[in-house]
């Protein structure tokens, strides 16, 4: 049986094979998209490959412009042909939900300016429903009252802290509440009534954003799944 490290190796170089010379590329974050960034570090250092990168969190930018790879704020480039990114959970019908790694405001910026979106995965973040926990993405001011009002909702939120115990800040300096739903409602109603509180700033349920999912699989074969648009509720 391969290990999950060896998954998200396996898929992630595929998903690499996707970017072609002379492309705008969204390079999102996470332990999976870490190796897309190591096979396109290697093919513009070794072969020539000239890209723009545009990135879905600070340690992508850093991490990606060590290797070579050109980046570029979001608001530099007039496009994005091609975004490829990591999830936390994906659905049956494509929903996902992302955030684990406190970069789903990005994400979600340069996922929706992006022509095509691939997310990259492991089997094991594939499921029927989304049970993962939910993150919300808020500003610091009032943010203990918008989170007595998430209280009050039933959403059982509990603050994304550091290893001190202190608010996990985002690249946007702004805090994170992760939400622990007993049972997911429909996501575009939810998406809408946490948009519409204030303070919050984005959430990490991603909705007909995705156009393919690789996923890498125990036998080290590779599915690849065009996505279809979910229906509006």
């Given at each position: ?97 992302k955030g684990g790694g406190a970069a789903l ?129």
């Amino acid at each position: 049986m391969t290990d999950q490290t060896s998954l998200k190796k396996l898929a992630g170089y595929r998903a690499a094979e996707l970017v072609e010379d002379g492309m705008v590329v969204g390079i999102g974050s996470g332990s999976t998209i870490a190796y897309v960034i190591e096979v396109l570090g290697k093919r513009v250092a070794e072969d020539g490959l000239k890209i723009k990168g545009v990135p879905t969190s600070d340690k992508t930018r850093r991490t990606a412009a060590k290797l070579g790879i050109p980046m570029h704020n979001v608001d530099d480039v007039d496009h994005i042909d091609i975004t490829i990114d990591g999830a936390d959970q994906i659905d049956e019908n494509f929903a996902a939900i992302k955030g684990g790694g406190a970069a789903l405001l990005w994400e979600k910026i340069v996922a929706v300016n992006s022509k095509r979106n691939v997310w990259v995965v492991d089997g094991s973040k594939l499921s029927d429903h989304l049970t993962h926990y939910l993150p919300v993405e808020i500003i610091p001011y009032g943010a203990d009252q918008l989170f007595k009002r998430l209280e009050v909702k039933g959403y059982k939120p509990t603050w994304r802290l550091d290893q001190n115990g202190n608010p996990v800040r985002t690249d946007s300096a702004n805090y994170l509440i992760d939400l622990h739903l007993n049972k997911m409602p429909d996501p575009f109603t939810l998406g809408r009534e946490l948009t519409s509180m204030v303070g919050v700033v984005e959430h990490g349920l991603f909705l007909n954003v995705v156009d393919q999912v690789i996923v890498g699989r125990e036998d080290e074969s590779i599915d690849i799944f065009d996505a279809h648009p979910l229906p509006l509720v």
